[in-house]
Structure formats: C-alpha cells, structure tokens
C-alpha cells in the first residue's frame, strides 16, 4: 500500500496546495519532463505534445527560422504558436542546433529531454553523395555536441530519422558515440503516436511539404559514464584529412609526423563567433555561420 502511495505521489505534480495535476504520457514524453524541441517546422509536434499534456508550460519549442519566415512559409505555423503560447510554452526562433549551447535562453535552464525530429540541412542534391551526407553528420553531431550541455542528470537526447539507405549512412550511433553519448533504445516511430504532427520537409524550395516517412526511429541518447569533456572530430575534418592524405604525398608525410592538428588547424577555417570586443576589418570579415547552413 504504502509502495502504492508512493508511485501515485511519484505520478502526482502538486502545482497549487489545492490543486494536483496528474501526470500525462505522450509516447516517450511526460507532462513533468523538462522538453526542448530543436529544428521545429510548424511547430505541430510540440502542439501534439501540448494537446496531450494539456499543458506547455514544460515546453521550450524552437526553430532556426524566424517568426516571419514561419508565418509566410507554412500555413499552420501561426495557429500552432498560438496555441503553444496560450498553453504556456516558451517559443524560441533563430535558434541554431549547432551553437545552441550558448544561447542567453537556454543555457540557464536545461532540460529532461532535447529533441530533434528528422534533422536535416536543406541542402540541395543527391542523399547519397558523400558530400551531402558529412554535411548532415555535421550537422547531427554537432547538435548532439550542443544538446549535451543543455542536459539535466539522467536526461535524453532524441533524434527521429530514416533508417533505410542512404539516411542509414549517417551512422547516428557512432556519431553520437564519439560526443560521449550511448545509444540507451532505438524505438520505430509512429506518427499515430502524435497525433496533429505534420513532418514538414522544412527546406528553402518546399518547406510546408511533407515527406514520406518510410522507416524510421527515434534514437533516444544518454551522456555515457566516461564521456570526454573535448569536443570531438568533426566527420568534415575527417573527411578533409582523408583528401588531403589521398592527394598528397606531403600531407600524408605530416600526418605520418604528426603534424596532424597543425595541418588541419591551417585549413579548417575558425568557426566560432567573434568577441563582442573583436575588432573585424573589412579584410577579415568572414561567415560565422557552419558550413551546411
Ligand atoms: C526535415 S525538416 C524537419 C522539421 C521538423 N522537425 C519536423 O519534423 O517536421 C529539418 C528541419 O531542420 C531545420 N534545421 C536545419 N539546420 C538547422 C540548424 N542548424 N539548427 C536548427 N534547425 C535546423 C530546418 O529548418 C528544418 O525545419
């Protein structure tokens, strides 16, 4: 009885000393988990959570777009950030995945659950090309890389994707793996399980359009025991010292040497943002944007 008691005080969120709000599940999601929501397209997913929950008040939802853009570009987006703030979430815009870890917002409040459904760059071209897919691996691991200081204890990242050929050549796993995150369930996703959401192809051509979904799953991530606190190797720098040892003889003769760091480190140009003390020429002014932005 008493072990009872204990799981519905555990279910039971007392928000007001006269009024006790039930905890509610969505699928992998409860209405007392911290969530943020990064790469949102009309913003339908967090509304379904929100329906489900009854509430938003747990909810940061984000996107890289503007308000603006959003407003013109997907017909539902400004009925669905309506309904969000009236449920009282936090509505985020110009938040970029890859640098998120810094953002005024979000630093100060982290989170039980990041989530990122079907990352993707926009980028034009065939999925297949080795090009295309380091830029989406960039662009996931990075995004983990960020998601990971925006955690609580105990807290997940989840990313949906594809897990057929050529989505399954991202190798999400080992990219994960090498941010110093475990792969703790990998669950086939049902959009049924949510119900409003639209997947939008969130692209500059078409961005109001959905995709098909074909297989997929939701990679549920954990920051492992022994995580490193150093940034990993991005798949781009690898890639690049890969070229570099195929085309040259001299650069393999440094990488052999182990001028590896210093090599990449005078061809891999400085992405970070500048200081706000920085003084920029005209000469030296650069994008401060990834490269797959
Ligand atoms: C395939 S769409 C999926 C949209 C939405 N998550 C969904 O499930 O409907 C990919 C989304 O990633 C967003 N995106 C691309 N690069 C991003 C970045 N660096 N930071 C945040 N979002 C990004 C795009 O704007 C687009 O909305």
């Not at 949102?40 to 747990?58: K, P, Q, R, T």
């Not at 503007?66 to 013109?72: F, G, M, Q, S």
């Amino acid at each position: 009885m008493a072990e009872i008691a204990g799981i519905h005080k555990q279910q039971m969120k007392r928000k007001r000393s006269n009024e006790v709000v039930k905890e509610k599940w969505a699928k992998h999601y409860s209405s007392n988990h911290q969530i943020l929501l990064v790469g949102e397209g009309d913003f339908s997913f967090s509304v379904s959570l929100a329906m489900a929950f009854g509430s938003a008040s747990n909810i940061v939802a984000s996107s890289i777009d503007t308000y603006d853009y959003l407003i013109k570009n997907y017909k539902n987006a400004k009925a669905n950030l309506d309904i969000l703030r009236k449920f009282g979430a936090q509505l985020l815009h110009v938040v970029n995945a890859v640098k998120m870890k810094n953002h005024t917002d979000l630093r100060k409040q982290k989170s039980d659950r990041i989530v990122y459904n079907f990352p993707h760059s926009g980028d034009r071209g065939k999925e297949s090309d080795e090009d295309i897919i380091v830029n989406h691996q960039n662009l996931v691991q990075s995004f983990l890389w960020n998601a990971r200081a925006l955690l609580r204890p105990k807290g997940e990242i989840h990313v949906t994707h594809k897990t057929t050929h050529p989505y399954s050549c991202w190798n999400i796993e080992e990219v994960a793996s090498e941010c110093g995150l475990t792969l703790v369930e990998c669950v086939k996703f049902k959009i049924e399980d949510y119900p409003g959401y639209n997947n939008k192809r969130g692209d500059r051509r078409n961005p109001d359009l959905s995709f098909p979904l074909g297989k997929c799953s939701t990679f549920k991530f954990m920051v492992s025991s022994n995580a490193k606190k150093s940034p990993p190797e991005f798949p781009y720098q690898k890639r690049l010292k890969k070229t570099l040892a195929e085309m040259n003889p001299i650069a393999e003769y440094l990488i052999d040497a182990g001028g590896l760091t210093y090599l990449t480190e005078c061809l891999i140009p400085d992405l970070s943002d500048l200081q706000d003390d920085s003084e920029t020429s005209s000469s030296d002014v650069g994008t401060s944007q990834p490269p797959h932005i």
